[in-house]
Each structure stands twice: as C-alpha cells, then as structure tokens.
C-alpha cells in the first residue's frame, strides 16, 4: 500500500497535479469508511510498532545488522548465514541485499538504480513529447518507484525464493530503460 502510494504521488508530483486532489478524496474516504476501519486500524498499529508483524520486523532488523556487522564487505552469499547465531531474512530488500551480497553489493544495487533515476528524471521533460509512449512511462517509472520505496518494508523483489518477483522486478526495469531509450532518441535532432 505504501509502494502504490509513492507511485501515485511521483505521477501527482512530476506529471498530473490534479491527481493530489483524487488522492486527497481516497484517503479522506479509506479514513472515513466503516469498511476500512479495520485496515486503518491495521495500518497505524503497524506504524507505531504495536502489532506483532511489526515488532517481528524490527527484531529481523537487529539481526541483519548483526550479520552485516560481521561480514560487511560480500556479505555471507546465498546459501545460508555461517553463524549458527544468525540467520539470513529480512523483511527489507536493501538489507536483504547487504546480508547476501555485503555493502559492495548494496553499493552496486544503489548505482545501478541512481542511473535509472538519474535518466528518468532526465528524459520526463521528452516524455511529454512522445503522446503515444508517455503513459506507458510513466507507468513503468511509477511502478518501479512503488517497487523501490515497498522494498523499504519487503523483501519479495529480491528474494530468491520468490523468483518471479524479482524476473518482474528487472523486466520492469529494462523495459522502463527502453522506454525512456526511445523517447530520448525521439527527441535528439
């Protein structure tokens, strides 16, 4: 819910400014609904820490930081933690990542996603331009940004068990990087 959000307030934000105003009426109505009270209720207690998902959270928190601590720079691989102490899991792709692949992974993950930012902030003025490939854009770009800030509290986009996930993960990317591709080529004289 949290990624979906971000999604739509990058949309709101870069594209279509009147999408505030839809946005603003849905979480008025999800606040204001009886058949959302529960979801609601949910959602805060899981904000503030008080139900028993998030508190696993947070101790699967403490124990990725433990086990980067102990092998920061590779990482313990993807098989399994050497220590009999600690395990690998972590409901956060980033951590997820620096447990497995170390910092030097985490680093490399990161570029590679600033370059993706980088061009699609680049290339949204052109976008406007190419009437027919805009939306297509700008809904990779958004549903990869829902997918980044949703890794924050997930870890299914780069979690080897769920490796559909992660072949839609990248797929997503290419395909924005193509995208994004044709439209800059449109638009060089």
């Known amino acids: ?62 124990d990725a930081f433990i086990l980067i601590g102990r092998h920061p720079i590779l990482g313990v691989g993807f098989a399994g933690s050497p220590d009999v102490d600690t395990y690998i899991g972590v409901s956060c792709v980033y951590l997820l990542i620096a447990e497995e692949m170390g910092l030097v992974g985490l680093t490399s993950f990161l570029v590679v996603v600033g370059v993706f930012l980088a061009r699609f902030w680049r ?17 990779l770009h958004a549903a990869l940004m829902g997918a980044l800030v949703g890794g924050i509290f997930d870890h299914y986009f780069f979690n080897l068990l769920f490796h559909h996930s992660v072949t839609l993960f990248w797929l997503m990317v290419g395909l924005a990087t193509a995208a994004t591709e044709m439209i800059r080529s449109r638009a060089e004289p």
């Open 1 to 62: 819910m949290v990624g979906l959000g971000a999604a739509l307030a990058v949309i709101a934000s870069l594209r279509y400014r009147k999408l505030w105003w839809v946005l603003l009426a849905a979480v008025v109505l999800l606040l204001l609904l009886p058949q959302t009270q529960d979801f609601v209720a949910h959602f805060i207690a899981g904000v503030r820490g008080e139900d028993l998902a998030t508190q696993m959270r947070f101790g699967e928190y403490k």
């Open 123 to 139: 290339a949204r003025q052109a976008a406007a331009a190419a009437e027919r490939l805009e939306p297509i854009w700008w809904g």
